[in-house]
């Protein structure tokens, strides 16, 4: 059977375009993805029957609370293959990166590489940047390669004895380009380093068995996976957290507190100092059941179909050139391009007056705008619940733009 993408997108009250937003042509979803109907009922229900804090009192609501928080933890870990003590919730994948780059980061010291790539998001350059300036690491990356790939085969030649972690995303956010975890995996074995995936543009697209990747740490964000805000994931494997000393202090990461000196929790806890984002928990979970119930076989192919469609569509424009691969391998439903002599925010702009929400700009990834030497893109990501006319309504506005020139 087809995939049903009329009966996906009328889940999404935003979408439907009988509400406050007229029928809109949604493509920015590497940015925030809309929120499904189950997703924003969970939350409803949670803050209407069991609000209180968690991990606290002892009042039926704050156990009812800390169930529901407790249960969201088991919800996530199952979503990504994984214990429920591997999963430290954040308030989404840059505080995940943060958290590694202080808790991992702190037995690091001079000399200690650290390797990212030119096609990170600022999320995972700037807090290695802190920790370099911090600690006295050395900080490497690899080169993209022309259609905007990491360049793995410099693996052999940045990937030393002294390589302590390799950080790099899984899904490249101004590409799409899918990173071949397992050929760097092999490389950071090698060296007896750790990996970290960024995996805020992956998991938008379904389930992953995160400890089969064979990496140390994966981290994600709530907003961009049909969740709420505030909300996102550290995975780590078990021994890692285990030995990682906190990162903030507060309530809730403790075992004792004397004003001389703490002993401190176990992980996740140790992790989460502070009352934690507890409904947004709860919304995440939805969201990791709403999407694992998906047709996600029948979602990946729609997906492949529509990126192929628009990357035919931009082909023969005049001025259009790609930056990304030029095919639907290996790549995530999410395509860039500039459009000659237009800035990348002016073409967004035009688009918006036609209905159609995409991304202008360097899309917080100005290193891989610089290697390019281009200010900006224009970024198209597309979800489970686009169609064939929003991508339509992108290329005709497009065409429009064109025409004015
Ligand atoms: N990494 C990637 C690849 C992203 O696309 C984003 C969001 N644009 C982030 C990290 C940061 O996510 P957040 O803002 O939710 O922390």
């Known amino acids: 059977m087809a995939f049903d993408v009329a009966a996906v997108r009328a889940q999404f009250p935003i979408l439907t375009g009988d509400g406050p937003v007229p029928r809109l042509h949604y493509l920015d979803n590497g940015a925030t993805a809309q929120i499904p109907r189950a997703v924003l009922d969970a939350m409803a229900a949670h803050e209407t029957t069991a609000r209180a804090n968690v991990h606290r009192s002892v009042h039926r609501l704050a156990e009812a609370a800390t169930r529901a928080y407790e249960g969201a933890r088991e919800s996530v870990a199952r979503f990504v293959g994984a214990q429920a003590s591997q999963v430290v919730f954040t308030s989404g994948t840059t505080s995940a990166i943060n958290l590694v780059a202080h808790a991992f980061g702190a037995r690091l010291g001079p000399g200690d590489e650290v390797l990212i790539s030119t096609l990170e998001h600022h999320s995972n350059i700037v807090p290695w940047q802190l920790l370099r300036d911090r600690n006295g690491i050395v900080l490497k990356a690899l080169p993209a390669t022309t259609d905007g790939r990491m360049d793995l085969d410099r693996l052999d030649d940045l990937v030393t004895e002294r390589t302590r972690l390799i950080a790099l995303t899984h ?12 050929r760097v995996v092999t490389a950071a074995r090698a060296a007896g380093a750790e990996v970290l995936l960024d995996g805020a543009q992956m998991v938008p697209h379904g389930p992953l068995d995160v400890p089969a990747l064979g990496v140390g740490f994966y981290c994600f964000s709530g907003h961009k ?83 192929a469609q628009l990357i035919d569509g931009l082909s023969g424009m005049q001025g259009v050139s790609l930056v990304g691969p030029a095919g639907t391998q290996a790549r995530m439903p999410v395509v860039s391009f500039t459009m000659d002599p237009l800035h990348p925010h002016d073409v967004a702009q035009i688009l918006d007056s036609h209905g159609v929400a995409v991304r202008g700009g360097h899309h917080c990834a100005q290193p891989y705008m610089d290697s390019r030497d281009i200010a900006g893109t224009v970024r198209a990501s597309l979800a489970l619940y686009n169609d064939a006319d929003d991508v339509e309504a992108l290329l005709r506005g497009l065409r429009e733009v064109r025409a004015l020139l």
């Not at 899904?171 to 071949?180: L, P």
């Not at 780590?236 to 990162?247: A, I, K, N, T, Y």
């Open 225 to 307: 996976m049909f969740g709420p805000n505030g909300i996102g994931v550290l995975w780590g494997r078990s021994d890692l957290l285990e030995s990682m000393p906190p990162f903030m202090g507060g309530g809730e990461m403790i075992a004792h507190v004397s004003l001389e000196q703490t002993s401190y929790a176990a992980p996740p806890m140790r992790f989460e100092a502070g009352t934690p984002p507890i409904t947004p928990a709860i919304g995440l979970a939805a969201a990791a059941d709403w999407l694992s119930a998906q047709d996600l076989a029948g979602a990946e192919t729609h997906l492949k179909n529509l990126t």
């Open 171 to 182: 899904a490249a956010n101004v590409t799409g380009a899918v990173t071949d975890v397992a």
